[in-house]
């Protein structure tokens, strides 16, 4: 048990650390990839608008306040994760896996370039590697028996908040019906915006259902 905690907490300090990192490296926009025209990438607080950032970072956050935790724990300060936090875990692992599936299963597909360039400079962290990280940790590391089935539609909550903002943007800035991809970056209604009345439907859906999946395999054999 104190093995998987301690692995836990190292997991928990390298997703902060590699939040960190990213979010500086996109902040400023540093490349330290070459070859083709990054995209879904802005400088400064611009890097807010997409939803891969905010779920990162509030990944990290979680990720820091479960490594404080851990480290009270082991230090024998403190007896468990509690069950508001084991739930804030769920929500972010939940957040960071539509970032990733989302890229390489929809923007990467449609995207010049491929998912290739979906993967260069911050976003090869934030696409790929912290989301990974993310979900190996809760699944196999931060078991818990809170997590009760009524807290999996807790996951959705970022998606919702998310939704409401970017369609409530598309909506402010929509000309005889139509958008411009610079207010649609994730091009979700280029075809028109009654596409929204499908789209966010399905993406709330679909963010229950990761939300479900990463439940039932964080309680697998506990």
């Not at 082991?74 to 890229?103: C, D, H, W, Y």
């Not at 360039?117 to 931060?142: D, G």
């Amino acid at each position: 048990m104190k093995k998987k905690l301690k692995i836990s907490l190292l997991l928990n300090i390298i997703i902060f650390v590699l939040v960190v990192v990213a979010s500086v490296i996109m902040f400023t926009g540093f490349q330290f990839m070459h070859g083709v025209e990054p995209i879904f990438e802005e400088r400064r607080l611009l890097m807010l608008k997409f939803f891969t950032v905010q779920s990162n970072i509030f990944a990290g956050l979680i990720a820091l306040v479960s490594a404080y935790k851990q480290i009270r724990i082991l230090r024998g300060k403190e007896r468990v994760i509690s069950k508001r936090l084991s739930v804030l875990q769920l929500m972010a692992t939940t957040a960071v896996t539509i970032t990733f599936l989302v890229v390489f299963l929809y923007l990467g597909p449609i995207s010049d370039g491929g998912i290739p360039v979906m993967l260069m400079n911050s976003n090869l962290f934030y696409h790929f590697i912290i989301p990974v990280l993310c979900i190996i940790n809760f699944i196999f590391f931060e078991k818990s028996n809170k997590l009760k089935f009524k807290y999996t539609f807790m996951g959705v909550i970022p998606t919702l908040l998310y939704g409401t903002y970017y369609m409530g943007n598309i909506l402010i800035h929509m000309e005889n019906g139509k958008v411009s991809p610079v207010y649609d970056w994730y091009w979700f209604v280029q075809n028109g915006v009654w596409t929204a009345v499908i789209v966010m439907p399905m993406m709330l859906l679909g963010s229950y259902m990761i939300s479900l999946v990463l439940w039932g395999l964080n309680r697998k054999g506990k």
